[in-house]
Structure formats: C-alpha cells, structure tokens
C-alpha cells in the first residue's frame, strides 16, 4: 500500500537518508545532531514529569494490585507533528466551513427540519436515530449554538499521485476530550527543548483556557454581566479527570459534580460553603444520558435533577447543547458534505471518506464482499471500540463481524482502509514511522475559531491504525509552522 | 466556594495530619524498644499505639501476638487498616486529586509525589531496612505539606480549611495520645490508689524514657526543658500538652487554630459551630493543670475526645455537606 510520511519524502533506508520535506529540515538537522543518549534521558524525564503533574487517565475496569483504579500515562512522543502555515490555513477555513454547517443542521434538525423537508437526508435516519433527543424540539439555546466544542479527526492519506490528501474521519460533537495533552504536550517540548522553539516559529496554543471561557460566557442565557461558569465532570474515577480538572483551573471557575448542583424554581444553583449560588452555564463532560435522572437514565448520579427544566426555560446554557449527538453519529456522516451544500451553499473544504451505509442493500453487499479490505465501524461506537479494520484482522475475526453486520446491517458503515500518514516516532528500536491522526479543536460562541493545531495523536504499535489513547496510542506535540 | 471541595480540602488535611502522627508515635516507640526492658512493657508499649487508633480489635483477628514488626506492619502498610500511614497518604492524595484544581500546583505536586514515593518506599522495602529513617520521611513530607501549603495557597477559604483540618485532627491526636500514655503507666495515673506510692530507682528510669518519650514524640522534649527548666514531670507533661498556647501541637495551641479558622469562614453570619468550638478553647485558656487532674485525666480526655468529634461534626454539617437546598 501506497505510504505518506509527513517528514520524509523518500524513508531512510539502510545506506540511504531519505529525504526530508521542507517545512520539517530545520528539525531533521537538529535530531540529526542530538546524541541519542540525551533525547532517551529526556524521554524518561518527561515521563517521570507526567507522573509527578498526575497527568494520567483511568482505564476503565482496570485494577492495580491494591484494588484502587490504574492511572496510567498516555505516552508522549518526544518528535514533534510539524504541519506548515499556509497547509493549516485551509485546514481552518475548512474546520470553520463544517462546524458551522454541523450546527446549522442541528438547529435545524430540531426546529424546521428543512434539510428533511428537501430529501437531503432521510427522515428516518434522524427520527429512529437513538442520539435524537425529542425534548429538544422546539428548544431555542443562545446564538443558535449546539456543538461549542467540536472536536473534528483529520487523518491524512495518499492520493494516487502519493500527495497526502486531509479527510475528516469523524466529527466529536459531544464531549471530545483530549485539549488538555495539546497544551500540556507544548508545555513539555518547551521544558525539554528550549532550544527548538528559539530555531522554529510555532505558533502558540497556550490560549486555548482563554477562548474556551470566551465561548462558554458567550453562550450564557443569563441578562448578568458575570455569568457563572462551571465545569461539570463525573468526578475523579472518569478517565478524562484530569482533564477536567485542568480546564475548570485554567479557567479558573468551579469544577463540580452532579452532587454539587440541585435545581430549585427552574434555576441551577451549586451547594458553596456560603449557601447557593447561581449557575449561568454548565460546561458539562458528562454524557446526555446522564445529565438529568428526571428526563434521561433514572439510575443516574452524575446529573441533576430538574436541569432540564431550568435548561428549557432557559436558564442555564449546557454546552455542549443536549442532541448534538445526531449530527455526529457515524450514520450521519456521510450527508456533512451534503449539509456544507444545503446550508451555507459552498463547496465542502475538507473531503470526507468515502462511506458505504450498510442499511443499503448495495452497500451492504459491497462490504460483506470486501471485509477484507475495509475498515467497519458501529454507528455509535467510539473510542477505538466495536471496529474491525480488514487488512489487520484474523479470518475468525472477519467472519464474527460478517455475523453482527448481517444481523444489524443498519448499525454499521464501512469505509476503505486508508492507510493513515505516518510520523517519525520513537520506539524501542529506535526511531520509526507510526501512524498518525489529527483532532483539532473548534470553539463556536460569537465566532468560530480555534488555536492554531491540535492534539496529534499516534498509533504507537507498529502498522497499527488505531491512534485511540484507550487502546495503546500515544501523542505528540503538533507544531504550525510559520515560515 | 463548593462544599464539597471545601469537603476534601478539610479531609486532605486531616489525614496528612493523622500520617504525621502515626509516625511520629512509631517511631518513639520503635525507639524505645530498642533500649533494654521487660518482654512485658515492651508489649504494653506496642499495645498502646493500638489502643490510641482504637485498633487493638482488628489487629487482634489478623496477629497472634502483640510484638514491633507486627504492629509496624500493621500501621504502615496494611492498606485494609483505614489508619495506617499508606491509607492516610492515599485518602489525603485522593481528597487533593478530587479538587486538584483548586490546589497550587506545588500543593498538588507535594501530595501526588508523596504517594508515588511511599509506595516506591514500601515496594523496594526500604522501611523494613531503617523504620526510623521512613518515620522521619513520613514526618518530613507533612511539614512539606503544610509548608507549601502556607506558602503558596491564596489565603481564602481554601487555605482556612484546610487549616482547620490540619489542627481538628491534631487535637485529636495529642489527646488520644496522651491519654492512651499516661493511661499505660497506671490506672488512672493521678488520683488513682498508686499515686504517692513509694518510688524507687529503676520505676524512676523508667519514667524518665516514658515521659520523655511522649514528648519526643510530639517534638517537645527540648520545649520541655526550655519551658520548665526542671526534670521532668508527669503533671507537667500533661499541662505542656494539653493547656500550654505556646506548645504547638497542644490541644489548647490547636483549638486556636480551629476557631481562628472558623471564625474567617463564618463572616458575620451567627455559627453555632463558631460558639462551640469557642466554648471548648476557652475551657482550655482558663483552665489548670490540677483541676484537671482532680476530676481525672482520663475522664478529662475522654470527653475532650468526644467534643472534638462533634464539632467536626458540626463543621460538616455547616459547610462541607449541608443537607439542605
């Protein structure tokens, strides 16, 4: 299969250098001149800093030996996913292009329904999709805004000509985590290589807390000049803690969880150690289902009870807005490009994949004919599970999914296995290309916009296309380059 | 701020505290069981560090004998006993990640090191190699932790309960401890049928270790000597650890750091729990040495005890968890 590496034009091979692409030169001859001795040292001392800052995620059903839950690191890879400015910019007019278009559909979807009305997208595929939440119809939320923080995945793969070619692979319209390891993997190179940074022009993210805030205050329903913001997490066993935790410190507003908050005469107000005190927007990183045990899951306690209802009489702002995960659904995604057309009448910047729907009999047996070859996913699964990639499966492997998408052919897509474009990593045996994905962060208050980047992150086994951190992947710093 | 952060602030604290204390109580007794003695005190020295943490029943069903490996074992590393070092360090580095966000960074980092440390410590078995030289870590890490603490926190309502934490539970402590010690050296030490018994030389060694040991343990064996200027004397143990305001871990010192810090997060508002934690301290300012042993140390520190953990009860109610909307 056809390779893109994003440093290299031509791999080194025994007795042959390869060759370097232009934006990544300065940097290659800078590894080139580093003793391998010290960029190992500094490998263990970035883990050992990881460790001491708890910067570590939980694994679910994961235990230590003494019982309690294992933290883990996600690895951080010391070589850096160096994209060059003017490449990024269309990048970002195209990230503006989608997630304006993605919330227009959901807005959309939950009022007119213009997009059904015209036959763009089936009905059904809406009405009998689980992520459709009915008790949003109707529901205005402030500016119109649903997804304020998307996380859109870019991958990169050869065109025939071998030029490597974005594709979004998937949009992160929920609760996409992953922004606090782009900040705290720069602050890390910076630790680590000073030096680099005085040689290179990166462009900065360490504003990203600043505009997240902007966004969050920007969608508050409140007439206060001072809206309160908080960040609510399921506290500190989800995998994404320190995430949270992070955020609500960077930006400096109360990290609370469901317990904190009750609902009294349809507004939210948080238990403080000085009596209630009102909550004008809730960045939430829990899941819909959870939010309100009086409308979604009764069993749960990660919400609070009534928010709904003050959400509804518009009250309080939930950010991201409850149904966003309509427009994200693997099923949906391959109408965005349509949805770019029907809303803002442009041509889609960035290209999807190419997706067959498995509810469609051609389809279907175009899949179940080439499973092989293919890479198949569950409409609602994310994370790296419930996926069988083709090319990387056992025969028993592929036959057990042909049983599950024959017996649910509407739960599935499929999409060719692209082979994703590598980077320079280091591994044990040195260094080596690794497969590598891309998950930008795109902010939409009073305007959309995003910190130069994103959060890199790379399949740390070899051959593998799986970059998810729960299932053995790691990260990387992403440098825009200006020249 | 939420209560619930102020919840585990307040908890954090406590258990760093109770670490401290715990290994401050085991290393004078690891100590003084390395001077030469009867099998018998020895035992009843190891017995008391049990009975302080109200632990001699569940160290019972798990040890056949009373005996210094055992009980160090016990009440450093045995993660099912809620008292032992490791599940103090662990409690206080679980209260600090829960609102870690709330924590200076190098709050944070002292807690998260602490633990990655200790359990480095007790896997490699470097306590087992030098106890003592643990001991001291454990007390050196609290004394980091309350340093950086102090000297980085915000002086808002954070800091004030956390503090508070630190000095409920210190209170706790020294009471417990001195009652479980002077307790072990007879019933009911004062006013009880031995006292005025004729003494003779070697009890008079012994008391010597005993009572310096007590306050070795509380690092008062040098304050001791500084503020009495005399041998040393039971009842003037007592006075220096349970009324003297200059004596930092005494409970009178203690209790003014409880309502100092109550006081800053009540404003102006009416707190009952202000009123009762005034009302203990004053009993401690205005109160004497021999009334005290008049009515009976023991019963004394047994309704102290109590005292203290209704007002923490109180400060719970008031502003860590309020029940109502």
């Keep these: 299969m056809r390779q893109f590496d994003e440093m290299y034009s031509r791999l080194p091979a025994s007795g042959d250098a390869g060759e370097v692409r232009k934006h990544y030169e300065a940097y290659a001859r800078w590894l080139q001149a580093q003793d391998p001795q010290m960029m190992a040292s500094r490998r263990e001392e970035a883990e050992m800093i990881f460790r001491r800052v708890g910067i ?70 809406i009405e009998h999709n689980a992520q459709f939440r009915p008790e949003m119809v109707g529901v205005d939320v402030p500016n119109n805004i649903y997804s304020h923080i998307s996380g859109i995945d870019i991958v990169r793969a050869p065109d025939s000509a071998g030029n490597g070619e974005y594709y979004v692979l998937e949009d992160n319209l929920r609760v996409p985590s992953g922004v606090s390891y782009m900040l705290e993997d720069r602050k890390m190179m910076m630790r680590l290589f000073p030096e680099l940074f005085s040689q290179h022009r990166v462009a900065p993210v360490a504003h990203y807390p600043d505009l997240l805030l902007e966004t969050l205050r920007a969608s508050s329903p409140a007439t206060t000049a001072e809206p309160t913001v908080v960040v609510l997490t399921p506290g500190m066993y989800n995998s994404a803690y320190f995430e949270h935790a992070f955020l609500a410190q960077q930006m400096g507003v109360e990290l609370v969880e469901g317990q904190d908050l009750f609902v009294k005469d349809k507004f939210v107000y948080m238990r403080t150690t000085r009596g209630p005190k009102r909550v004008d927007v ?38 991201n807005a409850v149904g966003t995960g309509v427009a994200d659904d693997k099923s949906i995604y391959p109408y965005v490009p349509d949805m770019i057309k029907f809303y803002l009448g442009e041509e889609p910047i960035l290209k999807n994949v190419p997706t067959y729907k498995c509810r469609k009999p051609d389809d279907l047996q175009y899949t179940l004919a080439n499973l092989k070859d293919l890479v198949v996913k ?54 080596a290309p690794r497969h590598i994905d891309l998950r930008p962060f795109v902010l939409s208050g009073r305007t959309v916009q995003m910190v130069p980047g994103g959060l890199t992150r790379v399949a740390l086994k070899e051959g593998s296309l799986v970059v998810n951190s729960s299932q053995g992947g790691g990260t990387k710093d992403t440098w825009i380059l200006q020249d | 701020m939420l209560s619930r952060t102020a919840d585990h602030l307040f908890w954090m604290s406590r258990y760093m505290e109770r670490a401290e204390n715990t290994a401050r109580m085991l290393n004078v007794s690891y100590e003084t069981s390395l001077l030469p003695q009867s099998a018998a005190a020895v035992e009843a020295g190891w017995e008391g560090i049990l009975s302080i943490s109200e632990l001699l029943p569940s160290y019972l069903s798990l040890y056949k004998s009373i005996n210094p490996r055992d009980v160090m074992a016990f009440m450093v590393k045995d993660v099912d006993n809620p008292s ?77 309960f956390m503090r508070m934490g630190t000095f409920l539970e210190r209170a706790d402590n020294t009471a417990r401890l ?14 009880a049928p031995q006292y005025g018994a004729p003494e003779t030389e070697s009890t008079q060694e012994y008391d010597f270790y ?116």
């Excluded at chain 1, 503006?96 to 959901?106: D, E, G, K, M, W």
């Excluded at chain 2, 001195?178 to 006013?191: E, L, P, R, T, Y």
């Excluded at chain 2, 930092?248 to 102006?268: G, K, Q, T, Y």
């Excluded at chain 2, 309704?303 to 109502?324: C, H, K, T, W, Y």
Aim: net charge negative; charged share 25%.
């Design chain 1, 282 to 319: 809730i960045y939430r990183r829990v899941d819909d289902d959870f939010l309100d045990p009086s409308v979604f899951r009764p069993t749960s306690t990660l919400g609070c009870a009534g928010l709904m209802e003050a959400y509804k009489a518009g009250h309080v702002a939930i950010c």
């Design chain 1, 56 to 125: 570590t995620f939980a694994v679910y059903g994961d235990k230590d030996e003494d019982g309690s839950g294992t933290e883990r690191l996600i690895p951080f890879d010391l070589i850096p996913r160096v994209i060059a400015a003017k490449e990024w910019k269309g990048m970002e007019a195209g990230l503006v292009q989608r997630v304006t278009a993605l919330n227009r559909f959901i807005h959309d979807v939950y009022h007119d329904q213009e997009i059904l009305k015209a036959g763009v997208i089936p009905r059904e595929q």
């Design chain 2, 210 to 325: 005993h009572w310096s040991a007590i306050l070795r343990s509380v690092s008062g064996f040098e304050v001791y000597r500084k503020v009495y200027r005399d041998v040393i004397r039971p009842e003037r143990v007592a006075e220096l650890l349970i009324l003297r305001p200059d004596m930092p871990r005494s409970l009178h010192a203690s209790l003014n750091e409880v309502v100092s810090n109550l006081a800053l997060v009540s404003h102006d508002r009416e707190s009952d729990t202000l009123r009762h934690a005034g009302r203990l301290r004053s009993e401690l300012a205005f109160g004497r040495i021999d009334e005290i042993l008049a009515t009976g140390l023991h019963a004394y520190l047994t309704q102290f005890l109590d005292r203290v953990n209704v007002l923490g009860g109180r400060i719970s109610r008031e502003f860590l968890m309020p029940l109502a909307a």
């Design chain 2, 178 to 191: 001195v009652d479980v010690k002077f307790h072990a050296m007879n019933n009911d030490f004062f006013g």
């Design chain 1, 378 to 431: 569950e409409v609602h699964g994310a994370g790296g599970y419930g996926m069988l990639v083709g090319p990387a499966s056992t025969k028993e492997e592929i036959e057990r999914f042909r049983g599950a998408l024959l017996a649910n052919p509407e739960g599935y897509i499929a999409q060719p296995t692209l082979s994703l474009s590598s980077c320079p990593t280091f591994v044990e045996s040195g260094i």
């Design chain 2, 84 to 160: 032992s070092i490791i599940s103090c360090l662990r409690a206080a580095r679980e209260n600090a990640r829960a609102v870690r966000g709330t924590l200076t960074t190098e709050v944070w980092e002292t807690q998260n090191q602490t633990w990655l440390e200790v359990n480095r410590m007790l896997k490699s078995g470097e306590f087992e190699r030098d106890p003592g030289q643990f001991f001291e870590w454990v007390k050196f890490r609290s004394h980091l932790s309350r340093g950086v603490t102090v000297g980085t926190m915000l002086m808002d309502e954070s800091l004030y």
